[in-house]
């Protein structure tokens, strides 16, 4: 299950400003699940394995709070070969109309995990933005923007991805909807870009998990681990929780 604790910042003051230091070991906490016989990736939340799994909440916002706060879970588990997560939003004013990987999809209806495999972020971390179609923007970088290397167009293509509604969605759906997206990633794909230990019982990765729609009718930004910024910006290694790999 999930377990939450409280948020602790040390501020140090000099005489440039202020500067916010994350103790690393309180944060949000998610035990990733391992899994034991393989998963149809179909974007089916309810199906088995995912039915047995926790989910966590997307409860926090950045910026002013958005007048429309859809409510936003997913569930992360692994196996030997690779990571799996699953969205699931409950939604209105949706949108999606970026086609291509590598394009701004964070502008449509979109979800986003950002992690290190490791229990830092000092080697940098990943980025993997979905629209609500499939669409993904991912890359890798040593900082925040800093470095940053595109996930190749091979290399994307190894990744298994599912949605329940179309590449394009246009115009923007006013009604309620609920809609998934689902996605395997190999961890020799990750291996690619950085080097990692392949996770096990007992291993922490560093992440945060976000839900935008910059250009749709209703923008929000919403967060797993709290990012205590006066503006929106996901590129915060600092305030990422932690990934607990179980048996």
Known sequence: MRTISILIFLTSFSLT??????????????????????????????????????????????????EHFPFTEAKIAYDNLAIYVIFRVEDRYVKAVHTNHQDPVYTDSCVEFFFSPDNNSDKGYFNLEMNCGGTMLFHHQTEPRTN??????????????????????????QEDTTWCVEYRIPFSVLGTYRDFPIPEKGSTWRANLYKCADATSHPHWLTWALVDLPRPDFHQPDFFGYLDFQD
């Open 148 to 173: 940053q290397i595109h996930i190749a167009d091979e290399d994307i293509q190894q990744i298994q991805v599912a949605s329940t509604l179309p590449r394009i969605v246009d115009p923007e759906i």
């Open 17 to 66: 400003g202020c500067k916010t230091e994350f103790v690393e070991e309180e944060g949000t906490r998610y035990k990733v699940s391992r899994l034991t016989e393989p998963v149809d990736i179909n974007a089916v939340w309810d199906k088995d394995p995912w039915s047995a799994i926790e989910s966590l909440q997307l409860s926090h916002y950045m910026g002013d709070k958005p």
